[in-house]
């Protein structure tokens, strides 16, 4: 590295020409040794920092290339969460008359639907994402974590798009935001955190198993029904309750509901999904770094 | 004088699966299966012997060479012989399954041109990408960026999506960014043939360039002339092992040599 120095143009090429080899100062450790790895592995981070150029191109193309060649553009990011919220209004709302726990029932879903709406298309990307990146795992090294992360972060951009939006529909329904909106930022991050984990470990299983391309939009659309989306936590029978807080997400989308209509928080719902949310991405990153010396020859 | 890179007894198993063997492709294995087998493993030591063992291939075989700073190092031997698998493990793509090797400078390889690049961005966007992804910063792609883009004699097109490139300008561009890499050790496979006649002349002369820069330059390729004239010390690889290695000239004619007398 800076410990090499070199002149420009001198001619020299190769050992056996004299002097000019001693212009080298080879570092004392090397820079890099590559073994067969270890039982435990650790997360080297710092890899993870020297590559970080890298993810922020990974995402940099990620946002870029989603809207090329569309006409409506970012706007996507807006329509699919509208047109969700538009259609389970009328079904749930208006002919189902599913309860809303008091708010109105179209703001109330799409509150539901944001984090929702991140969370399935963050774990349906990153979860295609190594498949997607062969051309890259098969020819150049970087640390492997950063192409599901980087999926997931370029998310975060519609996320906040969609977001705006449902700022714009708060005046409209006559809400004041309380202090409660406070908690908004680490439920965004907990939704984050559980996005990468997940994602994460689905990307390494489908490297291996492509089983997983085909299971993925199923198991993301069961998911769905078994979180409070359409309808709220207190239409479930008390004894199947425990079933569908189980669920990390359940506690962070009543998070979003209470910290947006100013209801009391459910803190131990969100204790548990924190606390979940944890465990898996340590476990999952620990996975996935145990798959990932696998990946080139099984890609 | 100590080694910029050291390689120690490095070797290399692949699996491969009896259907996939005679296609030469990894075997991949469906979640099914290893349920299966999980199920199964508890049996098999009662029934021994009732499964084939599992077909293995080692693509590399206990290889051992020093490369000095500074050396530029031609890499040659038929098809399957290991020398691209060698360059990925030297990448550090695919994991060696035993041995050692130590690099003591910034290694940056180059296995294919144009890689990361993605056809619906353009050509200034593809520049920026394909450099990060090969291990440039962000600073160091902006003060190329003229250069890269001269180089590859592109200009008018930097704001055109490369799926509308012609096959030349594209691998023009690539090799371009390429070109412009300024690492430590430069590891490069067969990648420099591109574009026409004039362009291949100009990538010959910019590999000059880099091999006279210092830099230490690993190099597979099959085209003879380009690593009699490129580098100085060549090693024949054959059958995952080093089968010879010393002065270009001498292992060349000896490689052409086994192929005449059979």
């Known amino acids: 590295m800076e410990a090499v120095t070199r002149t420009e143009g001198d001619g020299l090429a190769g050992p056996g020409r004299g002097s000019e080899q001693a212009l080298y100062h080879l570092p004392e450790k090397p820079l890099v040794v590559i073994e067969p790895h270890k039982s435990w ?47 389970f209004a009328f079904f749930f709302g208006q002919l189902v008359r599913v309860s809303s726990d008091g708010a109105p029932y179209p703001i109330w879903v799409y509150v539901g639907i944001l984090p929702w709406t991140f969370f399935s298309n963050a774990l349906a990307n990153s979860g295609n994402s190594l498949i997607g990146n062969s051309n890259l795992i098969t020819k150049v090294y970087f640390p492997r974590l950063i192409i599901p992360s980087a999926a997931i972060a370029a998310g975060l951009l519609d996320f906040a798009i969609a977001f705006a939006l449902l700022l714009g529909f708060i005046p409209f329904y006559g809400l004041g935001l309380s202090r409660s909106v406070l908690m908004l930022p680490p439920l965004v991050l907990l939704v984050t955190f559980l996005a990468l984990a997940v994602g994460i470990w689905t990307s390494a299983l489908n490297a291996r198993y492509r089983d997983v391309r085909h299971a993925l939009p199923f198991v993301i659309q069961l998911w769905m029904f078994a979180t409070p989306i359409i309808y709220p936590l207190s239409i479930v029978p008390p004894e199947y309750r425990w079933v569908i807080a189980l669920n990390p997400l359940t506690g962070i989308v009543e998070g ?13 719902a ?19 770094r145990r798959m990932e010396s696998s990946f080139a020859d099984v890609i | 004088m100590r080694p910029i890179i050291k390689v120690e007894n490095l070797s290399k198993r692949y699996r491969i699966g009896t259907g996939a063997a005679h296609r030469g492709a990894l075997r991949y294995t469906t979640l099914r299966e290893s349920l299966s087998r999980m199920a199964s493993a508890p049996f098999k030591k009662l029934s021994r012997g009732g499964r ?43 994991e060696p399954t035993t041995g050692r090797v130590e690099l003591y400078g910034r290694v940056a390889s180059l296995l294919e041109v144009g890689t990361g690049f993605h056809p ?34 592109i200009d008018k097109f930097l704001d055109t999506s490369v799926k509308y490139y012609s096959s030349g300008m594209y691998v023009r561009l690539a090799f371009a960014v390429a070109a412009h890499l300024d690492p430590d050790i430069l590891i490069v496979d067969e990648v420099l043939a591109v574009g026409d006649a004039s362009f291949q002349k100009k990538c010959l002369g910019k590999m000059d360039d880099v091999t006279k820069s210092g830099r230490t330059v690993l190099f597979v390729s099959h ?31 000896y490689y052409i040599g086994l192929y005449n007398r059979g």
Do not use: H
């Open chain 2, 52 to 94: 084939a063992p599992e077909e293995t291939i080692w693509a590399l075989r206990d290889v051992t060479f020093d490369i000095m700073p500074s050396e530029v190092v031609g890499i040659i031997g038929a098809n399957g012989s290991g020398k691209s698998t060698l360059l990925k493990v030297l990448s550090r793509i695919t």
């Open chain 2, 120 to 153: 619906d961005l353009t050509g200034k966007e593809n520049i920026y990408l394909n450099g990060a992804v090969l291990g440039m910063k962000r600073r160091e792609i902006a003060r190329k960026f003229d250069e890269i883009v001269a180089f590859a004699e």
């Open chain 1, 256 to 268: 979003f509901r209470s910290a947006l209509f100013g209801w009391p928080f459910n803190w131990g």
């Open chain 1, 41 to 87: 592995v650790a997360l080297n981070l710092r890899d993870l920092w020297l590559y970080r150029e890298t993810f922020y191109f990974l995402v940099w193309r990620d946002i870029k290339v989603r809207y090329k060649q569309t006409v409506f553009g970012v706007a996507w990011a807006i329509i699919q969460p509208l047109f969700l919220m538009l259609a």
């Open chain 1, 270 to 288: 969100l204790a548990f999904s924190a606390a979940i949310t944890l465990f898996l991405f340590v476990f999952f990153i620990y996975v996935f």
């Open chain 2, 223 to 253: 085209a003879m002339e380009m690593i009699a004239q490129l580098c100085e010390r060549t090693i024949l690889m054959k059958d995952g092992r080093i089968n010879k290695a010393g002065p270009s000239r001498e292992v060349i004619d």
